[in-house]
């Protein structure tokens, strides 16, 4: 699992998700867990790629230049 460090919080907002942690029974940290997993939503899959067409249908990407690739590298000595 990743961690998360938010700096610069306001002061009224830390004090606000306290008191809403509390009337949950939950942490802090989980509340801001739940909030941000609302936030982010569930969008996966199927969704996830419709809604990124959606976003940007209108974009015309932009084409890519392949890396050079050689041919197979010299194995290793191990003598």
Do not use: Y
């Not at 306001?10 to 949950?24: F, G, P």
């Amino acid at each position: 699992m990743a961690s998360l460090t938010i700096r610069n919080l306001e002061d009224d907002i830390k004090e606000r998700l306290r008191v809403r942690a509390a009337r949950q029974g939950h942490s802090m940290e989980e509340e801001a867990r739940l909030i941000l997993g609302r936030a982010v939503g569930g969008v996966t899959g199927k969704d996830l790629w419709s809604l990124s067409r959606e976003l940007f249908e209108s974009e015309t990407g932009m084409d890519l230049t392949p890396p050079p690739r050689g041919g197979d590298r010299p194995a290793p000595d191990l003598g």
